[in-house]
């Protein structure tokens, strides 16, 4: 005989466990500008910025000494907690590293390193940022943009989970632990412009009164 069972009425707890996802974002931005030559010191600050842009008189532009500002925010867009243990910057070849200005980075043949934050745990959604200052010794023939980028190239957590954009190895097609800012260094152009229009204002400004005061004269003359 058989024994009818409704088998809606059993569920079978097999011990399965959704995995969460690790994930650590970072972003890189201009975050400052500070021009020194002869003619003095200017700064110019930004928000957030990966394409910003300076501009240098051209008198000055020969022995023009850049800062330049970065910040390099790491977040935890994933779901578990976990830590950055290395950072690591990319620095062009034009750009210069001191490390009496970056005490928390250190320089190697590959790069620019920070450890940092290696003990410091980040949340799932929370945010740490790094400082990094470079500078650049102006030329009238080095103009133009400087693009840097940084890489998070060693992460952790507790759960043994590898960074979603790791594949085996290989860095993937969508990889976020990856940023880049860009700055675009030119010459100032910007008074030669507004010195020529005041003049182009003057000339007609003056052509425009002659010609009323001629007119007048004309008029008198006819009368």
């Known amino acids: 005989y058989f024994i009818g069972v409704d088998i809606k009425k059993f569920s079978i707890n097999i011990g399965l466990i959704k995995l969460q996802n690790f994930d650590l974002k970072l972003d890189k931005y201009v975050s400052k500008v500070i021009v020194q030559n002869k003619a003095g010191t200017s700064t110019t600050e930004y928000t957030d910025s990966k394409m910003a842009k300076a501009e240098i008189h051209s008198k000055q532009i020969n022995g023009s000494t850049v800062l330049i500002e970065y910040k390099i925010r790491v977040t935890n867009v994933g779901e578990v907690e976990g830590y950055a243990k290395k950072i690591v910057d990319y620095m062009p070849n034009d750009l210069k590293f001191s490390s009496e200005l970056n005490k928390d980075w250190y320089k190697t043949n590959t790069g620019l390193y920070n450890s940092s934050l290696a003990n410091e745990k980040i949340a799932a959604g ?98």
């Open 126 to 223: 929370e945010s740490k940022e790094l400082t990094l200052v470079l500078t650049k010794s102006m030329t009238e023939n080095n103009t133009g943009l400087v693009n840097n980028t940084a890489e998070i190239v060693e992460s952790y957590n507790e759960q043994g989970l590898k960074d979603s954009d790791s594949t085996e190895g290989n860095r993937a097609k969508s990889e976020d632990d990856m940023g880049s800012a860009d700055l675009i260094l030119s010459i100032k152009t910007g008074q030669v412009v507004a010195t020529v229009l005041v003049i182009l204002s003057t000339i007609v400004i003056i052509g425009v009164a002659a010609y009323i005061i001629a007119k007048r004269a004309l008029n008198k003359r006819v009368i």
